[in-house]
């Protein structure tokens, strides 16, 4: 993981399927990243509500964070403030 200085903001997109209606710059305050051979488990903590985990902008702005692309997923197992996301490794080294 890159070297990620903690808060920073993050301008959304305003095209989450959620139909999130909150502030449009979100606060990320920590990103956590657990790795097993296949995917990394990605946690994102921020100041809003779910309905922005579909939102383009915030994908785009954690996955630069990240220095490498990662998808939204698993609405289920997500809570309000941590977010569940993925990359898997093997696509990534084939790119």
Known sequence: MQNITFPFK???AGDSIWGYEG????????????????YKMIDVAHDTTWEIYT??????????????????TEQG???????LWKHSV???LTV
């Open 10 to 12: 993050v301008q959304l």
């Open 55 to 72: 939102d383009t902008g915030f994908e785009a702005a954690i996955s630069k964070a990240l220095g490498y692309d990662v998808t939204f």
């Open 90 to 92: 093997k696509k990534r």
């Open 23 to 38: 502030p449009q710059t979100v606060t990320v305050t920590d990103i956590s990243v657990y790795t097993d051979e296949d």
């Open 77 to 83: 197992m997500n809570n309000t403030a941590w977010p």
